[in-house]
């Protein structure tokens, strides 16, 4: 089979593709909260044929193709939901929900997937074995929607061999593709640390405990806690990104509440910054005369790309793109995904699709209220994920591959 034919046909269905990712993108909805999503995609499954389970691990959607006589079962997943952010783009298909946004790509990697599904559909005659499309809620709420679409069975019946899914990447030029071998992303946990101080009148300082003055020192100590307490060679972030408290500018608050996020490539190096947090946030507390509270809630482990299945990936994007277009990535992200949860279950690949357009003005980074695509990127995906599923069922043997076992937390 001359797999160019993949791109060919993911082309014809652009039209389509940009039909469904608009939609998405002007009725954005957020974790937990995919109703009208995965109606619409389960409506587009059900249209082609597939087996179609719906409500798995809240509003998931999981649908089967069976194809040929042999045991192998391969997964693809997309992510559905949208971020509590305002988006500014001045765009007709603009989010029409005020503080909820399609600004991480998940509309598109939505639609790509149907393309996908549309594909394999397609050339069902080449496939031996089964393909599940999973459709995750909640990828961007922790603790994610991966954990329980996995209880609910989403990796049964058939049993599922290996899983592949891939993430829009505005930092890679348009139509390359990132892979990197072994963890790709880092472990990640959220703070909220409390200021505790005694409120009062802005006039009478001297009978007061000031939190706001004590969460500012948190703050500028906090940043040299990576800066001096942590080798430069081992990546680790700590950022502080909300400050709320107090009520009006003549009164000294209660307290001040801090919120951010940890993250670093291993669990062990997280727990020592959430720490090295507390240290610090105590001693100024101390100098301060009031007290401090840190929640540290845990969140995604690093995802851990197999070694073996990520060298067969970059085999078969190559038959999509040319091969110097297939990057090799040196270092991992330091961005969370809860698809390591499945990764953590049977092996796996996370790849990045990558989208920056300068010509077009697509250079906005995730997560900006200025993120946007060039949806003409989208066939490409569908077609290297088609690709990517029909070698693995019809070239991969049938073996036991151990996922990632050493990166629970």
Not at 4 to 25: P, S, V
Not at 205 to 225: K, L, R, Y
Request: proline share 6%; net charge negative; charged share 20%.
């Amino acid at each position: 089979m001359k797999q160019h034919r993949f791109l060919k046909e993911a082309g014809n269905l652009l039209n389509r593709l940009r039909e469904i990712r608009r939609d998405l993108h002007q009725h954005p909805e957020l974790g937990t909260q995919e109703m009208r999503t995965s109606r619409i995609v389960a409506d587009y499954l059900k249209d082609l044929g597939l087996d179609v389970r719906t409500n798995i691990g809240g509003y998931g959607v999981v649908a089967t193709l069976s194809a040929g006589e042999a045991e192998k079962c391969v997964a693809l997943r997309a992510d559905m939901d949208a971020l509590p952010m305002q988006e500014k783009n001045d765009v007709p298909y603009a989010s029409n929900r005020p503080g909820v946004a399609h600004c991480c790509g998940h509309d598109g990697h939505t639609a790509i997937l149907l393309g996908t599904a549309s594909l394999l559909c397609k050339f069902a005659d080449y496939l031996k074995g089964s393909v599940k499309f999973v459709f995750q809620p909640s990828e961007d709420t922790a603790p994610g929607g991966a954990i329980p679409m996995i209880a609910d069975g989403t990796l049964r019946e058939p049993d599922v061999d290996g899983i592949f899914s891939l993430h829009l990447n505005p930092d890679l030029p348009e139509g390359t593709v990132g892979v990197k071998s072994g963890f790709c992303t880092i472990s990640s946990a959220e703070f909220i640390l409390r200021m505790i101080g005694k409120g009062g009148h802005v006039a009478s300082p001297h009978e007061s405990v000031d939190p706001v003055f004590m969460a500012a020192m948190v703050i500028m100590a906090g940043q040299t806690i990576v800066s001096r307490r942590i080798d430069p060679l081992d990546p680790a972030i700590l950022s502080f990104c909300t400050v709320q408290g107090g009520t009006a500018s003549n009164i000294i608050p209660e307290a001040v509440t801090l919120t951010g996020s940890i993250r670093s490539l291993n669990p062990e190096k997280r727990e020592a910054l959430a720490n090295e947090l507390d240290r610090v946030a105590q001693g100024v507390a101390r100098t301060g005369g009031g007290t401090c509270r840190l929640t540290v809630k845990r969140e995604y482990p690093s995802v851990f790309n197999h070694p073996e299945l990520t060298a067969e990936f970059k085999r078969s994007a190559a038959k999509i793109v040319p091969a110097d277009k297939v990057i090799e990535l040196q270092a991992p992200s330091m961005t969370g995904e809860d698809v390591a949860y499945f990764h953590q279950k049977v092996p796996g690949v996370h790849w990045l699709l990558g989208t920056a357009n300068p010509a077009m003005g697509f250079t906005h980074p995730l997560h900006s209220p200025f993120f946007d695509f060039n949806e003409e990127a989208m066939p490409l995906g569908a077609a290297i994920q088609a690709c990517c599923a029909v070698d693995f069922l019809n070239y991969r043997q049938k073996k036991s591959l151990s996922p990632d076992l050493g990166n629970k937390s």
